[in-house]
């Protein structure tokens, strides 16, 4: 399981260029205490360099294209949860058939804000909408750092998850967990970069997490409950 999750980063860093659901009384599985991630990404571009200035054109052309399905996509996968799989996982993937998943992913959340949110005052980035009043969001505005993207570490830690319990249908959960990080962008809250490295950040938290003893422990019985609901083997 760990080699998978290592070449994973390993892929996602080569390739560089809201509010949270969470039961009451959830903690994270790690902070920035045990990750730092200034200590893993590079340094966001500044507001003014020619790199921030190539992603706002992109941001523009996205926001050109966007289609209504696509925006409506996007303001859903604003929700920081992991049933936004059921696409994916199918109509039995609820929170109320699934209360050890439901128990996992309350963790699993609350340990992406733990180890983003303390990032994101690292670096301050203004979010897009600030930088040019050419952007215009379509979910609601944000004036946290913009780098990394929260909802793309949760969608990437969450994906990787997923399709640990469920490899049968790894393919379209990292598909989905892409979707979700990308959608970030069609919303218009933030820039590539950021999603890149929200990626990573994901990747990272999952790396880290998965072998601790106190994750497997809810984990061996959220899978459990999970394939069983789905129909599947052990």
Do not use: C
């Amino acid at each position: 399981m760990r080699a998978i999750i290592a070449l994973l980063l390993l892929g996602l860093l080569a390739g560089a260029p809201t509010a949270s659901a969470l039961a009451e009384g959830a903690e994270p599985f790690i902070t920035a205490k045990q990750l730092d991630l200034s200590l893993i990404l590079p340094p966001p571009s500044a507001t003014d360099s020619n790199e921030t200035k190539a992603e706002l054109a992109e941001l523009l052309q996205i926001q050109a294209a966007r289609t209504p399905e696509q925006v409506a996509l996007a303001q859903a996968d604003a929700e920081e949860n992991v049933w936004r799989f059921a696409d994916v996982l199918g109509p039995k993937f609820t929170r109320d058939a699934l209360p050890k998943v439901t128990a996992l992913f309350d963790r699993v959340v609350e340990t992406e804000s733990a180890v983003v949110d303390p990032a994101k005052q690292v670096w301050q980035r203004p979010r897009p909408h600030m930088v040019s009043a050419e952007v215009k969001p379509v979910v609601r505005l944000s004036s946290s750092g913009a780098y990394p993207s929260g909802h793309a570490t949760v969608g990437t830690l969450m994906g990787i998850i997923l399709a640990e319990m469920v490899p049968e249908k790894r393919a379209e959960i990292q598909a989905r967990s892409r979707q979700f990080a990308e959608n970030r962008m069609i919303a218009g809250i933030h820039f590539r970069s950021d999603v890149t490295a929200g990626r990573i950040a994901g990747a990272a938290i999952a790396f880290t997490i998965l072998p601790h003893e106190d994750f497997q422990a809810l984990y061996q019985p959220a899978k459990a409950e999970l394939r069983a609901a789905l129909g599947l083997g052990d």
